[in-house]
C-alpha cells in the first residue's frame, strides 16, 4: 500500500524517507549490514511476508541502495549487495539502535546487539561528530538552517524560526 509521497517537500529528511520510511525497509538493509544477502534468508530473519520483502527489495534496487546479482543460474537465484548508498545508511541504523538501547522495550534488560571494533573485537560507543571541528553534536549546540538548496518557502520557514526564538529572548 503506497502512502502519499514527500516528494514536494524541500527537506532531505522527507525525500530519505520516501526511500527508506516504509515499514520493513531499515530492517532489511539492518539484515544486509549483519551479512545477510539472500531473499530465503532475509525472509527467515524477519519473518516478513514473502510479497512484502519482494516488493521492499524491488524498492530498494530500484533507489539504488541494492544491487541484485545472480549467484546461481539453475534455478535462477539473486543476492540482494548494498551499494555505496546503502552502506551510507549505517550511520542512519547506528543512531536508532542507540535510541533503541536507550528508549527502546527490546532493551529492558540490556543491549540486544553491540558494535564492536572488526580488528580487536573492543566494544564502541559511536558519537555523531562535525567532520570540522571534531566536536560532538547534540540538539543543545546546533540549529537548523537554511541551505543552498532551500525553496523559498522552506527559507522563509526558518526566518519565522529566527524571529520567534530572537522574540521569545
Not at 549546540?141 to 538548496?149: D, F, H, I, L, Y
Request: glycine residues 8%; hydrophobic residues 40%; charged residues 30%.
Amino acid at each position: 500500500m503506497r502512502r502519499t509521497s514527500y516528494e514536494q517537500m524541500n527537506c532531505s529528511i522527507a525525500s530519505a524517507l520516501d526511500v527508506v520510511g516504509e515499514p520493513w525497509t531499515l530492517l532489511i538493509v539492518r539484515d544486509a549490514f549483519y551479512g545477510v544477502r539472500r531473499f530465503d534468508d532475509f525472509q527467515e530473519n524477519l519473518g516478513i511476508a514473502r510479497n512484502v520483502l519482494t516488493a521492499r527489495l524491488k524498492k530498494l534496487v530500484e533507489a539504488g541502495i541494492f544491487r541484485k546479482t545472480a549467484y546461481r543460474q539453475r534455478p535462477l537465484r539473486h543476492e540482494y549487495r548494498l551499494t555505496d548508498k546503502g552502506a551510507a545508511l549505517f550511520t542512519v541504523i547506528v543512531g536508532l539502535k542507540q535510541w533503541g538501547d536507550r528508549f527502546g522495550v527490546a532493551s529492558k534488560n540490556g543491549k540486544p546487539m553491540d558494535l564492536v571494533d572488526r580488528a580487536d573485537g573492543k566494544p564502541l560507543d559511536p558519537v555523531l561528530i562535525d567532520a570540522l571541528s571534531g566536536r560532538r553534536l547534540e540538539l543543545t549546540n546546533v540549529r537548523a538552517v537554511a541551505g543552498p538548496g532551500a525553496v523559498q518557502a522552506t527559507r522563509d520557514f526558518f526566518d519565522r524560526l529566527t524571529l520567534n526564538r530572537s522574540a521569545t529572548r
